[in-house]
Structures are given as C-alpha cells and as structure tokens.
C-alpha cells in the first residue's frame, strides 16, 4: 500500500513510530510505503521510490524542517500533490477548522476521492461539515471514506456501530468526547481554577495552545455532528448544535455538584424528536452512580441506543497519540482488507 500524508504532525509521527517497531507490535505484520509527506508549514517531500518517514520525524524533531536540504523539497501544493502524485491512499491529518467549516481538508479529500483514491482521516471536521458529499463521492468512485479516529482517538465508535449493530437503528446517543473539558471540570472538583486546568492540559499535550475550540464546546460540537450525521443519517453542521462550553464553570459549582452526589461533564447528545435529530453539546450535573461519572480526566465515553438492543456503552480511559495512530491505522487495514477482497 501506498500512502500519502497530508499533514504530518503528532498522530502522522506516532504511526511512524509503530510502523518502525514490528519487535512491539508484533501482530500488525503491515508496512505501507509512504511516497509523499505534506505540511502546511514545512512544504512537502515526494518520492515514488518511498521516503523513509522515521529520518522525516528526526529532520523534524532537529532541525523543524522534513529535509536537511531546501532543494529536496517539492515545488508542488498539499491539493496539487493529491492532484497529481501515484497512491493508494490519502491519510489526512490536518487540523480541524470550524472558522473554514471542515477546509482545506475537505479540499484534500473530495479531491482523493474523485480520483477512486480511499481517505482515512483523524479530522473531525469534513465527517462534520460534508459527510453526505464526501461519502456519496467515494461510493460513485469505489474508494472509501474512514475516520475511526475523528471522534474517540481511536476507540471503535464508528466500527462497533457499522459492524456489530447491523440491522439496528441508532436511536440517540450521549457521551464524553472531550478529553481536555473532562480533565479541567475534574481538576476544578479538587479546588483548582479553569485557568490552572487549562495550563496543565496544555502541559500534557491534550490542549491546544489556544483551548478555545475545546473549552467554547467547539470540538465536541464537531464529534456531535459527525456522530449524527454517519450514525443517525443526519445532515447537520457544529454550527446547528445547541453548544454550551465550560468557560462559565467555576471550582465552587464543581464542588457544590459533589456536595450533592454528582459531577459536572460536558455531556454530547443526539436524539429523536418527532422525526427530527436533534443535538446538543452543554455542562450537566450527572449522577454519582451513572456510567459517566466515572469517567475522570482525560477518558471518554459514548453511549449508543437504538430499536433492536438495549443501550452499549464504549469507555475509553485516559488515551493519548497511540490510540489515535492506531485508528488511523485500523482503517488503512480495512482499506487493505477491501482491496484484497475485489
């Protein structure tokens, strides 16, 4: 398999890593080559012969640059390497953007996907904002479309559905999907501010320098949206979920929550209301001896209920960039999977 990266940050890193180390994972036994690496801030490297992507981590790591020298880099854009370069597949791992709703990376993919070329992507952000457009293109061209990574870092939300729940329709679901609101709401029942909470997520690598898409709610409002829209056959945006954020919190509601035998989350929700899905991102206070007030830190959970099985709950407890690679990773070995297949 060849793959190209468009995007090549932590996650794209990571899956370097375990593709280097078969003596760790000693059942993957899948080595793709990788024949183009793009950045937005770093330009891009082709190679039909294969780079080798541990050397582009370490240029990166040494020296912020993929290439020791400028002139081994291409003259060509991320759009016009997916235009034009041989692969198989697309993996793309660029950030997500409400600002752009889903872009450049909607770009990228609709752009794979009209060549029959299969995408797997950790960006929440195009499942949120095109998922009908992208996932019809890819039907009409026979490549696949995948995001196992987009909502739960890996966690098998969207191929526990697909795959272990046929026949079943998902009726509503509710969940935990925001590692950095969960850490800090949690770190606020102890007596530390928003502020401190903040700092040490950022510090641990879970927050972004600027916290804004995941404490405003914009980042669950996105796993919302592509929850309803791949699960429920919504077609809706972030922008149409009813979003509250935690900025409003204060340690002193926290601890009043536990006075009560309760814990504030920023709990996800999608449901069906005389025919219509509806959705909502906001700050509840949830019982002691619910499912979700166990989940502390950076973990997650979803909670998935629909016509033919009573309600499954997927916790995912505290996962970091191996889950996240390993998604990305799962998918490729569908992509494979399928292609044997034909």
Known sequence: MRILYAGFGNVAREMTRIFSRPDLYQNLRFQPSVVGIFTGRHGGIA??????????SQNLANFGALAENKSDLSNVSTLEAIQTLDYDVLVELTSLSIEKKGEPAASHIRA???????????????????YRELKALADANGALYLFESAVMDGAPVFNFVQRCMKGARVTGFAGILNGTTNFILSYMEQ??????????????????????????????????????????????????????????????????????????KLICRGWVDNGTIRTKVGVEAVDRDDVFALISHFGSAVRFESDLMHPNVIVQDCPDLLDTAYGVIEDLLTVRAASHSV
Do not use: Y
């Open 112 to 130: 794979a996907l009209s060549r029959g070329k299969s995408v797997v992507s950790a960006n929440k952000g195009p499942v949120a904002f095109h």
């Open 47 to 56: 190679d039909d012969g294969g780079i080798d992507a541990v050397r582009v």
């Open 191 to 264: 007596g530390g501010t928003f502020e401190d909470g903040v700092k040490k997520a950022q510090e641990a690598g879970i927050a972004e320098a600027d916290p804004s898409l995941d404490v405003d709610g914009w980042d669950a409002a996105a796993k919302v949206a592509a929850l309803a829209n791949v699960l429920m056959d919504a077609d809706i945006t972030p922008l149409d979920v009813d979003r509250c954020g935690i900025s409003g919190v204060t340690p002193q509601d926290a601890q009043a929550a536990l006075a009560e035998n309760k814990r504030l």
